[in-house]
């Protein structure tokens, strides 16, 4: 694990290419928020956001999560990124305070069912696979309509948005291609069903940019704050 002022530093280094590529497009800095992704990284990464000020996480496993939980004294908003099993949906609502990886109707429809057995409501995104990845989950955007409006008749859910993953590929096009489509995406979906979906999660260390450029309300970012990632 690197040290707090190497943190610091890359800190300050992701806030330059966000206020940078901000202006590039015209858009106010503030306009975009960073999700530290502290997944494969000690406890010590949830500890460094939170000295520094930032007052969220992204964690793509549960158990990891949960076990990161356990041993943070401050309280931190958790958000969960990465696919979820339906075997671990229960622990998820209970630990998470958004999920965003919502990426089918089985699992939008068990998500409500849990929170409200557990008296929550439960704020998510739905992960959609606008680059048509069949290496990344979501659904793709011929069904974007149903589960929005699956999501929006759940009673314990809070659609706040959507979320992508872009492909990896050497061409940067893809990626652009894929965010792009995202936003356009949540531009159809706020306007047929008249709510604002104003969250669009997009963007991470190698594409933040072309995911700013794109529209991006938050950047999730894991190598570019805490350096390469060990596989627990
Ligand atoms: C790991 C992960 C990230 C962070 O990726 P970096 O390239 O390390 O910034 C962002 N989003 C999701 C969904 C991830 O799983």
Request: net charge negative; with cysteine; charged share 20%.
């Amino acid at each position: 694990m690197i040290e707090y002022s190497i943190f610091e530093k890359n800190l300050s280094q992701v806030r330059a290419r966000i206020a940078l590529a901000c202006e590039s497009c015209g858009r106010a800095s503030d306009t975009v928020s960073l999700l530290p992704v502290t997944k494969n990284h000690p406890v010590a990464a949830v500890d460094y956001a939170l000295r520094s000020g930032l007052l969220a996480v992204g964690e793509n496993r549960v158990q990891e999560a949960a076990d990161k939980q356990g041993s943070c004294l401050q309280p931190v908003s958790w958000e969960l990124i990465g696919h979820l099993q339906s075997n671990k949906a229960q622990d998820a609502v209970a630990i998470f305070d958004r999920i965003q990886s919502v990426d089918s109707l089985k699992l939008l429809r068990r998500l409500n069912r849990i929170a409200g057995e557990q008296g929550k409501l439960l704020r998510i995104l739905l992960q959609c696979n606008t680059g048509e990845d069949p290496n990344k989950f979501g659904f793709l955007v011929s069904q974007a309509e149903e589960v929005l409006e699956a999501g929006l008749e759940a009673a314990h859910l809070e659609v706040e948005g959507l979320m992508t993953i872009a492909p990896l590929d050497e061409d940067p096009t893809v990626a652009s291609a894929a965010f792009q489509r995202l936003r356009d995406l949540r531009d159809e979906l706020a306007g047929s069903f008249g709510v604002p979906l104003s969250e669009l999660s997009m963007g991470m260390t190698g594409d933040l940019e072309a995911a700013i450029a794109a529209g991006s309300t938050q950047i999730r970012v894991g190598t570019a704050l805490y350096g390469q990632r060990a596989y627990l």
